[in-house]
């Protein structure tokens, strides 16, 4: 009997590729809307005056069907743009790539654009999200090792913040006892670790593991 539930169970855990998140790896002292930390740069005009801030974090990289039934990998980053100055402030989100990535341990270089949510303009006294996502060229999330994002803030005279952040992946709780090591739930959905890692409960009470 326990035999029967061997064959759909590999089938199962054979198609299942767990998400992996990132955290930045500098300037760590904020997190985003749904909760991923986020790195935070103030906004300063030529006179060094504060203009706002900007917050910068990864929903992680996730593994989804196209129309074709074919595995894409789609790698997220937001931005969050506080403006507390009088002029109206800028993500320039045609400059915002991904550099530096790291694909199972070997240096792909820069990525484009796949998507962009959301403008990145920010009014006086307003916040203004967007979204970017990329897609490297992976069947799964873990072999995306590292990345950086470049990125910059404009107002109507130029450049206020020209930015590398480097991200790295976050590493799971090895405790025990902890419920979970990481959890986000926000418009990409939910996504965690429990007990440090994804897979699914068998009949028997093991976890089988995810990539």
Not at 57 to 79: C, P, T, Y
């Amino acid at each position: 009997m326990r035999g029967l539930f061997v064959v759909p169970l590999l089938l199962l855990s054979a198609g299942c590729w767990s998400p992996r998140y990132f955290t930045p790896r500098e300037n760590l002292n904020g997190t985003s809307p749904d909760g991923y930390p986020s790195a935070v740069y103030v906004v300063r005009a030529a006179d060094a005056s504060s203009q706002g801030e900007v917050r910068l974090w990864s929903g992680g990289a996730k593994v989804h069907s196209d129309a074709n039934d074919q595995e894409i990998v789609d790698l997220h980053v937001g931005f969050e743009l506080e403006n507390t100055s009088d002029a109206p402030l800028k993500i320039d989100v045609a400059a915002v790539h991904v550099a530096e990535l790291y694909l199972d341990g070997s240096e792909l270089g820069d990525l484009t654009r796949h998507s962009v949510t959301g403008s990145g303009e920010a009014a006086p006294g307003q916040t203004a999200r967007v979204d970017v996502v990329f897609r490297p060229d992976v069947r799964y999330p873990s072999a995306v090792d590292s990345f950086s994002v470049r990125f910059a803030v404009c107002d109507g005279k130029g450049q206020l913040v020209e930015q590398v952040t480097p991200f790295v992946p976050v590493r799971p709780s090895r405790s025990r006892f902890a419920a979970h090591s990481y959890m986000g739930v926000g418009r990409y959905g939910w996504g965690g670790f429990y007990g440090g890692f994804g897979g699914f409960i068998d009949p028997f009470g093991r976890r089988l593991y995810c990539r």
